[in-house]
C-alpha cells in the first residue's frame, strides 16, 4: 500500500492561483511510472486534469490547459499543481492519483474553491 499525502489547497476569488502538492509518504524502491490530479464535482465520476510521466511528459485536459501546470520534484516522489487564472467552474475536491509497481494509489482529496 503506497500513502499519498496532499497539502494546498484553499479557497480564493476567481482569477487567483493555488497551488497543491503530493507527495510519496513512504520509501519507494521503484520507479513512479505516473503522477497526476483528478477532480470530482459532487454526484458525479471523478475527472482527469494532468498528469506526468516519469520521462517528463505532461498531459492536461482541455478544461485546464495553460492554466493549470503540472510538475515533478527532483526527488521523484512529490509531484505539484500550480493553477492559476482559476475559475469558480474549477471548484472541486481535488485527488492525487500515483501508478507505481503495477497499483494506482489515490490521494485523501482537497478542496479547491473559487469564488465569483
Known amino acids: 500500500q503506497v500513502q499519498l499525502i496532499e497539502s494546498g489547497g484553499g479557497s480564493v476569488q476567481a482569477g487567483g492561483s493555488l497551488n497543491l502538492s503530493c507527495e510519496v509518504a513512504e520509501r519507494i524502491f521503484h520507479p513512479i511510472s505516473i503522477m497526476g490530479w483528478y477532480r470530482q464535482p459532487p454526484g458525479k465520476e471523478r475527472e482527469f486534469i494532468a498528469n506526468?510521466?516519469?520521462?517528463?511528459?505532461?498531459n492536461y485536459a482541455a478544461s485546464v490547459k495553460g492554466r493549470f501546470t503540472i510538475s515533478l520534484l527532483i526527488n521523484k516522489r512529490t509531484t505539484t499543481l500550480q493553477m492559476h487564472s482559476l475559475k469558480p467552474e474549477d471548484t472541486d475536491v481535488y485527488y492525487c492519483n500515483v501508478l507505481y509497481n503495477d497499483g494506482y494509489y489515490w490521494g485523501q482529496g482537497t478542496q479547491v474553491t473559487a469564488s465569483s
Open positions: 506526468i510521466i516519469s520521462a517528463g511528459s505532461t
